[in-house]
């Protein structure tokens, strides 16, 4: 291959490095009959037949589009207003990528700036950074900034076993090699009450979730109080959606303030992309990973945008860097933008009252059923957990047949939760798929 620099004399010193033969040895993992170039491929076809072929493939998927989805866990099919993906589809804003040249990157910026914006007033934080790969690795970074914050002197991060499984695995994959040491989680049954008796002078944070991963709000009154009186930090990871009607980060006094803001205008595209939403309060603004954009004036007195704070290892030394994601979601967090600002204040409360409603008229009608009961016993929001009379896994299986997505096998993550569904609804499911889904639990029990 011509356009591969390697001299017979580099491949030879390559192979030899990692103590093979021959490149033909790299492949003999592969199965010789498949091994190229058997592999018998089929012959050439016309663009009209390739649509045709890929069409008849994608119609076998249980897609969102075709099926009554229960399914949430952290990833929710809230409806996208066609608005966003017309305006995030406009090529001054999908070609953007990194304001490497900020001054000569002002359309990008000012959407930055926007999304930061509106984010900051729908948590009641007071600064928001564009942005993270998504809510476990912006839940991370919280842990780590406030150990950065803490400045080496604290090193136990307190952590709610309540908040989502993935999110607290991510947690303990960046501190691998490190010296800090996550807590709180050992043991399901913690609660916040006994999450408060674990804060002590080693503490730097404590973590939790509201909904929570089994979509019950959690009571937050009081419980940055006992954090700041032991001098550590107070971290919430919200959903956005449940700030329509709920108490935001913000007025719990929260240090710190996390979310995944995938479906603010992000369709579920099959498990991505995802956007991590990070706030933090003004004093702890020069700790805060990733990027701000902030709003100035030139010489002329006109309005312009810069990057107040970029504390990525990109633009700054390594050693004085606060992340090393080198990366940002911003075409993510551009739609985010246009959905919070179609939707405004009043279409945020509509869509989180749609949610509330239709999963507590779901949760009754499957609390009739013979052999189901409700074990949700807390407030909650769009997701409850309810206990089913065979496995979970089985009964989605026949939920399929019946174009029925089933709600979240809680025994793949919790081994005592055995038989236990988790099921979300948002403003997308009606009346009618409510129903079918009830009926239908009934019909597979």
């Not at 997701?383 to 299986?397: G, L, M, S």
């Amino acid at each position: 291959m011509n356009y591969i620099p390697n001299t017979e004399a580099d491949k030879k010193a390559m192979l030899q490095a990692i103590g093979v033969e021959s490149v033909a040895a790299l492949f003999e993992a592969v199965p010789e009959a498949v091994r190229f170039p058997n592999l018998n491929l089929p012959g050439p076809l016309s663009e009209m037949e390739i649509l045709a072929e890929l069409t008849a493939m994608s119609d076998k998927n249980a897609d969102a589009h075709h099926y009554a989805n229960f399914l949430g866990a952290g990833a929710y099919n809230h409806f996208v207003p066609s608005l966003v993906t017309q305006m995030q589809s406009r090529s001054e804003f999908y070609t953007a990528y990194t304001p490497y040249q900020p001054e000569v990157s002002q359309g990008t910026l000012q959407a930055m700036f926007e999304y930061q914006t509106m984010v900051a007033n729908l948590l009641k934080m007071d600064a928001v950074n564009a942005s993270h790969y998504d809510g476990a690795t912006a839940l991370a970074e919280a842990a780590l900034m406030a150990c950065n914050v803490a400045r080496g002197k604290r090193k136990k991060v307190l952590v709610s076993p309540a908040v989502k499984p993935n999110y607290r695995a991510v947690m303990r994959t960046y501190f691998q090699g490190t010296d800090i040491e996550v807590a709180g989680d050992d043991d399901p049954a913690t609660d916040l009450n006994a999450l408060k008796a674990m804060l002590d002078k080693d503490t730097a944070c404590l973590i939790v979730q509201s909904p929570n991963f089994f979509g019950e709000l959690e009571d937050a009154r009081g419980l940055a109080e006992a954090v700041h009186a032991v001098g550590a930090l107070f971290v919430m990871h919200v959903d956005p959606h449940s700030l329509g009607l709920f108490t935001p980060p913000g007025d719990y006094d929260a240090d710190i303030a996390t979310a995944e803001g995938h479906a603010l205008g992000n369709a579920l595209n099959f498990g991505g992309p995802y956007l991590g939403i990070f706030a933090a309060k003004q004093k702890y603004v020069r700790k805060m990973p990733g990027r701000l954009v902030g709003q100035t004036v030139d010489t002329k007195g006109r309005r312009g945008f810069v990057l107040t704070l970029s504390t990525r290892e990109q633009h700054i030394r390594r050693e004085k860097a606060t992340s090393n994601i080198c990366s940002n979601q911003g075409l993510v967090a551009l739609g985010a933008s246009i959905y919070l600002a179609a939707m405004g204040k009043q279409g945020m409360r509509r869509v989180a009252e749609l949610s509330y409603h239709k999963a507590h008229y779901l949760a009754a009608e499957i609390d009739k059923l013979p052999g189901y009961s409700l074990l949700t016993t807390k407030p909650f929001f769009n997701e409850f957990v309810i206990q089913c009379p065979k496995p979970v896994a089985e009964i989605n299986q026949l939920l399929l047949g019946r174009k029925i997505i089933g709600g979240y096998d809680l025994s793949q993550r919790y081994p005592d939760r055995q038989n236990q569904m988790l099921v979300a609804v948002t403003e997308m499911n009606a009346r009618a798929q409510l129903d079918k889904f009830a009926t239908a639990l009934k019909e597979v029990a």
